[in-house]
Structure formats: structure tokens, C-alpha cells
């Protein structure tokens, strides 16, 4: 998973609070990603980004929102958190189109209570 | 949305055994690709497939585009410890940005 960095790592929120989850990359890629893993249910599209500047929606994007201010960076924002969005957290980036250039952070394992 | 259905959901091997698993969608896609997902770990690509009836093998991992365009399989020959996780597949379409996951495969 070398150069997808995603902080933090885990957090627990209480219903209402907000946070943001970074996601940081190092490989000059122009597609990033937010997925979120619940068991049973693989991995589902948040939001994603096609370029600096640039963000859309995907599968799941309620309750969610995101920034791509730097190309380097992707920002996924929970502005009041519910226990639904209790999950795992990946980010992702890939030089064109999803498939065999996407790398995958290790994960954001996120609690809301 | 859309998600891909794999089975089996999870299984137990003697280390040694092959392992067989699969993947099928209601519609089709012209890129099939395999992760694997370690515990504590983001997926990472196994083997990518671009055309209907691909096969094509990693090492002792060997996997196949279906002739539908539906489906994928996936085979891992004499298991070993360290092939134990969760195996997704996840389909897409050029000019998508998107991958459409499987639901995954324990093992």
C-alpha cells in the first residue's frame, strides 16, 4: 500500500460530531477514491475525484463530503455522524480509470456511537 | 448500486488444496480484476483480466474472463498460511471511473 497514506487510523464519534478523514498520495495520480467496507457488502463507492478541483459522487454519497484542493490530497468530510456510517474507510488512487493502476491506503476503521 | 455476487461467501482448506472461486454480474464488463485483502490492510491487485476469455495466471494463482463477459474465476493451486484473507473481484467499464466490487470471499 506504499503511497496512499490515510489518517487517521481509527476514531471513534459520538452521533452529531464532525470530522474529516485525509488522504494523502505521492504518485502524481490524477483519480482518487473514498470507499467504505461493511461486512458482507465489499466496497462502495463514497465520492471520487477526476482531477484537482473536481469531485463526484458515487454509490453511497449521502451523509458525505469531500475536497480535492491539492492533487495530492483528498479529504472526506462527515459533517454529522451517524451510526450508520460506522465502517471501514479506503482511499484510493490510480493514474486514469479504475482497474489495474488503483492502489488502496491500509484503511480508516471509523466508530460512530 | 450495483455489486457483483461471489462465491463461495467463505471456506475452509487444508493447506496444500486448490481453491476455486467465483464471480458473476447481471451485466457485463470489459476489465475483471481480483484483490486481495489482508487483515488490517487495504486490497491489493492480484490479476487483471481485459478480455472475454482471458486466462491468466500469477504465479500459483490463476484466473479467467468468462466468455460472457459476466463472470470471473479465480483459482489458487496448493494453498499455503498466507493465502488466507478476503479475495474481492471487481469489474468496470473503459471510460468508467468507477469499479463495481464483489461482495468477497473469505478464505
Known amino acids: 500500500n506504499a503511497g496512499v497514506t490515510q489518517t487517521p487510523k481509527f476514531r471513534v464519534l459520538k452521533t452529531g460530531q464532525s470530522m474529516t478523514l485525509l488522504c494523502a498520495q505521492d504518485?502524481?495520480?490524477?483519480?482518487m477514491y473514498w470507499y467504505r467496507q461493511d461486512p458482507g457488502m465489499g466496497l462502495r463507492l463514497i465520492h471520487y475525484?477526476?482531477?484537482?478541483?473536481?469531485?463526484a459522487k458515487g454509490e453511497v454519497p449521502d451523509g458525505y463530503n469531500v475536497s480535492r484542493l491539492k492533487k495530492q490530497n483528498f479529504l472526506l468530510g462527515l459533517e454529522s455522524a451517524a451510526p450508520s456510517q460506522t465502517s471501514v474507510y479506503f482511499c484510493?488512487?490510480?493514474?486514469?480509470?479504475?482497474?489495474?493502476?488503483?492502489?488502496f491506503g491500509e484503511g480508516s476503521w471509523l466508530t460512530v456511537v | 448500486g450495483q455489486q457483483l455476487n461471489q462465491s463461495p461467501q467463505s471456506m475452509f482448506i487444508q493447506e496444500g488444496e486448490d481453491v476455486s472461486m467465483n464471480c458473476t454480474s447481471s451485466?457485463?464488463?470489459?476489465?475483471w480484476l481480483w484483490y486481495k485483502q489482508d487483515p488490517g490492510e487495504g486490497p491489493v491487485l492480484l490479476i487483471a483480466?481485459?478480455?472475454?476469455?482471458e486466462l491468466t495466471s500469477n504465479g500459483r494463482l490463476t484466473a479467467q474472463f468468462g466468455i460472457t463477459r459476466k463472470d470471473s474465476f479465480l483459482n489458487i493451486s496448493a494453498s499455503i498460511p498466507s493465502d488466507v484473507g478476503i479475495y474481492f473481484c471487481?469489474?468496470?467499464?473503459?471510460?468508467?471511473?468507477?469499479?463495481?466490487f464483489g461482495t468477497g470471499t473469505r478464505l
Open positions: 484510493a488512487s490510480s493514474y486514469w480509470i479504475s482497474g489495474n493502476t488503483i492502489y
Open positions: 504518485m502524481n495520480h490524477e483519480y
Open positions: 475525484s477526476v482531477g484537482e478541483g473536481t469531485t
Open positions: 451485466s457485463i464488463f470489459n476489465t
Open positions: 483480466l481485459y478480455k472475454a476469455g
Open positions: 471487481a469489474g468496470s467499464n473503459f471510460g468508467n471511473e468507477k469499479l463495481t
